[in-house]
């Protein structure tokens, strides 16, 4: 996506195993915009062709540029960065973000198996909160 949001162009990128995690506790899309907006974040935008991600070595340092929406949506939701925090520090998370406005977060590791280790251990570490595992870009 590019522009304000009203260019839609496909976008190649390899599949990466992947575990979500929510809090189950509202974040409410206008908010976190709103936060972002009182916090000055944001860049001039730019019409850049959309990224190749073919490779997963590249989709993730591409996703290395951050999230714009994660700091406003922390001060929303504080659990997000503990939720973040955790992912971060568990062996085997390639990469770990909030997914658009939150409150979903994930984490990137290396293969299915381990995305099914890291929902089990996160089911157990984190039985308020709703956890799936997932193939991301298939």
């Known amino acids: 996506m590019s522009g ?6 496909p976008m190649r990128m390899a599949p990466l195993p992947a575990v979500l995690i929510n809090p189950l506790q509202p ?3 206008p908010a976190v915009y ?3 907006d009182a916090m000055g974040l944001g860049s001039t935008l730019r019409g850049e062709a959309a990224p190749d991600w073919s490779a997963e070595d590249d989709a993730i340092e591409g996703m290395g540029a951050g ?9 929303i939701a504080p659990v997000i960065e503990d ?13 770990a973000a909030l997914s658009g406005s939150g409150g979903t ?3 990137i590791v290396s293969d299915w198996n381990s995305a099914e280790a890291l929902a089990d ?10 956890v799936q ?3 991301l870009g298939a």
């Open 4 to 9: 304000v949001g009203e260019v839609c162009v």
């Open 83 to 95: 939720l973040l925090t955790d992912l971060r520090a568990r062996a085997g998370v390639r990469h």
């Open 105 to 107: 977060v994930f984490a």
């Open 133 to 135: 595992e997932a193939m």
């Open 34 to 36: 709103r936060q972002f």
């Open 121 to 130: 251990a996160l089911i157990a570490t984190h039985a308020d909160c709703w």
């Open 27 to 29: 974040v409410p899309t």
């Open 67 to 75: 999230n714009d929406l994660e700091a406003p949506a922390v001060v």
